[in-house]
């Protein structure tokens, strides 16, 4: 059963009164191509979470700082652009798992309710926080088995548009080739238990 997601671009809080109003609960707010600074963020988190809302952020690039910025402010997960292959996924969205899992560095702010944690707090915030590294390039698609199958990543994000364009194809036009690529992620995510969501 698919669940839907508002995508946001900038951070207009009536905007997600507005949604909340109307019934909406998940959010996708777009950092690399949005209007979101980093304080801009932190407040924009805050504000949703105080309202029950689950939100993916779409974070600037495959950058460490990027990452733990999003997670740090207190995004649900992280869905990671420009992925070119599965040695770059694994290295990457390792950010987003905290040792031994991954590499991602503990803050003592929002996530952990500005207070020293215990040691379950660890291995429950990487279960709860997503990682989705998109699939928007031919190498990432060439790999997207493989990027599926990594422990730090809890599902796939097919970017039908830059995968078509990165492809020489020009603009995405949902033919069979773009209806093929998707649902090869489709089956990737789904042959390892994992979710899959696109715009």
Not at 78 to 103: L, N, S, W, Y
Not at 133 to 143: F, G, M, V
Request: proline share 8%; net charge negative; aromatic share 10%.
């Amino acid at each position: 059963m698919p669940t839907y997601s508002l995508w946001m671009s900038e951070p207009q809080f009536a905007y997600v009164e507005i949604a909340h109003t109307c019934g909406i609960r998940r959010l996708v707010i777009d950092i690399e191509h949005g209007l979101f600074p980093l304080g801009e963020l932190d407040k924009f988190l805050a504000f949703t979470k105080a309202k029950g809302m689950h939100v993916l952020a779409k974070v600037a690039g495959p950058q460490p700082e990027a990452i733990q910025q999003a997670l740090d402010c207190g995004s649900d997960g992280v869905i990671i652009p420009h992925i070119m292959d599965v040695h770059q996924a694994a290295e990457v969205c390792a950010t987003a798992k905290f040792p031994p899992r991954g590499k991602r560095s503990y803050f003592a702010g929002r996530p952990v309710g500005y207070r020293r944690p215990d040691d379950s707090f660890y291995a429950a915030e990487d279960r709860r926080t997503r990682c989705y590294p998109l699939i928007e390039t031919p190498e990432s698609l060439a790999d997207v088995e493989a990027i599926a199958a990594l422990d730090v990543v809890d599902g796939l994000f097919p970017g039908p548009s830059d995968l078509c364009l990165s492809s020489g194809r020009g603009t995405y036009r949902f033919d069979a080739i773009d209806q093929a690529a998707i649902v090869r992620c489709a089956q990737a995510a789904k042959q390892n238990g994992k979710d899959w969501i696109m715009p």
